[in-house]
Structure formats: C-alpha cells, structure tokens
C-alpha cells in the first residue's frame, strides 16, 4: 500500500525500522475478527479506570481490520478531511517524549477500551490516532532491546491510564449458552437509580416473563435449561472452546460445581 505523504515524512522522521507490511503483531483487528463470541454475546462490568500497556490493545470496535501501519494511513494525512487533519500535530513527537506529550490528553479525553478476552482490548471511544501512534514507537523501540528486563521497562513506559469496560464472564457466557438452549430467551443487565449496572441480570423467558437472578441464581438456571452439562461441555464447539478460552473453561467450571 503506498502511504500519503503525511506517513511517508512521519516515518522518516522517526527512522522507522520495522516491517509493518506483514507482520501478524502489527494488526489493527475488528473485534469480530478476534472474538466473535464475546462481539456478539459480550455484556461488561461498570467502566473503571486502570493502567493499560499500549501493546494489550489489539484492535477496535468498528472497521476493518489492517495492518497498523495502514491504519495510521487512515487516520492522519495534512491533505486529508477534517478527521485525518486534526492530529496531525502529533506526529512531531519524538519516541522519548511522546508519552509526556499525550499525558493532558489521557486525563481530558481518556481513551475508552472494552476487554475482547483475557487481558486484551478494542478500542470503544476516544483514542485510535493515539493509540495506534503509540504502538509505531512502542514496536520501533522494541527493536532496541536486547534484555527481557528492557521489554519489561519498554512495558512500564507504554503503560496509560484509561477507562475500561471489563468482561463479566457468568452473564456473557450465560447469555451464549442460553443462546443455544433458546433464541428467545433474552440477558439484559440490571440498572440501579443512577443507571449503573448491578450485579444481577433480568431474564425475559420464551413467554416474554422476566426474573431477576444474581451470578449464582443465573449460574444454576442455565444449569437447569441446559438439563446435561456433560453433552453441551463436550459438544464439538464447546469443547473447542472450552480447550481455546480461558474464560470459557473456567465458567463451565462453575457451572459444572454448582449443585
């Protein structure tokens, strides 16, 4: 792909080493193209603020998944629209000071990630220009080390505030499950007076009737719906998963402990 001309000065200015062309560590993914599962069944926790190293955040919630490098294509070009104009300026920024730089950003438009699987994110609001110029310099110093210890820092200084939406793994995994047992059966979370979502969930049945069930009462009900662990744990799929993801195996683990 070529690059605009925005690029092609960024990463000369930057001395730029990496091959980004083709490189699998250097994607951009839509969320779908990481888990389809929890895009389509994901339901999270209340948005918290945390330290994130750049590096877990493996793509975004909508678009098409590319190579970062064409991702920044995308995202920044003086002779481009009004998007890919205004954050131009950061370009300028050195790999030593960038963090610096970005650091009022972080606090005044925080960047706001959802968690794809285990310790991995997408970017849901606010942040794929800086996000994606930071993973550039991360990857471009990473070249540097030459000692686990000189990762370990690398981490440590590419390691931002943001906001984060975490996965609750019983009400997503429940809500695939049950999915299988019957499309009609629908997991919403439960709001309190402030709209901030509680522990419990509200389940409409196939006869649109609801309850109200906390993680072990929704734990055993889907016990109870799906009548034999056994056959859906070892199901073809399900024991693919089960054997792939983490967080699957240990909610069937759960599950299969409840009495």
Request: net charge positive.
């Amino acid at each position: 792909m070529k690059h605009n001309e925005t690029i092609e000065k960024f990463l000369k200015d930057i001395k730029i080493k990496v091959n980004f062309e083709n490189n699998i560590d250097n994607m951009c993914y839509n969320k779908r193209d990481i888990n389809s599962l929890i895009s389509r069944y994901g339901m999270y926790k209340n948005k918290k603020l945390k330290k994130i190293c750049v590096i877990d955040i493996i793509g975004k919630d909508r678009g098409k998944s590319q190579n970062i490098l064409n991702e920044l294509n995308d995202l920044f070009d003086e002779n481009g629209n009004f998007y890919q104009k205004r954050s131009v300026s950061m370009l300028k920024y050195k790999s030593n000071e960038i963090i610096d730089k970005l650091y009022n950003s972080f606090k005044e438009e925080p960047i706001e990630l959802k968690e794809i699987k285990r310790n991995k994110y997408i970017i849901a609001n606010n942040g794929m220009h800086r996000v994606n110029l930071l993973k550039m310099h991360y990857y471009n110093e990473l070249k540097k080390c030459r000692k686990e210890i000189d990762v370990e820092n690398l981490n440590i200084k590419y390691t931002i505030k943001v906001i984060v939406e975490s996965l609750d793994i019983i009400k997503t995994y429940s809500k695939y499950i049950l999915s299988l047992v019957d499309n009609n059966i629908v997991i919403e979370d439960e709001l309190d007076e402030n709209y901030m979502k509680t522990e419990n969930v509200i389940v409409y049945d196939e006869n649109d009737k609801y309850k109200i069930f906390n993680n072990d009462e929704l734990l055993m009900y889907v016990k109870e719906k799906t009548e034999n662990m056994k056959k859906i744990k070892f199901d073809k799929e399900l024991n693919q998963l089960y054997n792939s993801d983490e967080y699957f195996s240990k909610y069937m683990d759960l599950i299969s402990n409840k009495k």
